[in-house]
């Protein structure tokens, strides 16, 4: 996975470039940006809405990573499991290793 930073970048899985929408790039690169690790709904919801006085409905989030989860689906064909990670009551992970994820800061 290589994703250029800042937002909206440019992303790269298993060697196909991708169009993202803004909201699903900057739910990838959150959760790029912490491999391996859980990130709580709560924490990737003040990343994604960081302005919002309400926090967001947790299906907001469900939405959007269902969409970049099927957007992504076809060039991640492994059978490991889906890139993104449901751990259930806690939050979301990508199911990617530190060294399969590619961050290109500016």
């Not at 990617?96 to 961050?103: K, R, V």
């Amino acid at each position: 996975l290589e994703i250029d930073l800042p937002s909206p970048g440019m992303v790269r899985l298993a060697g196909r470039e991708l169009a993202l929408a803004p909201l699903g790039w900057d739910l990838l690169a959150a959760l790029a940006d912490t491999p391996g690790r859980v990130l709580t709904r709560e924490a990737l919801c003040a990343r994604l809405w960081p302005e919002e006085e309400a926090a967001p409905q947790p299906q907001q989030l469900d939405a959007h990573r269902r969409r970049l989860t099927q957007r992504l689906a076809p060039a991640f064909r492994q059978k490991r499991g889906e890139l993104i990670q449901v751990v259930r009551g806690i939050g979301l992970r990508l199911n990617l290793a530190e060294t399969e994820i590619a961050l290109r800061r500016g």
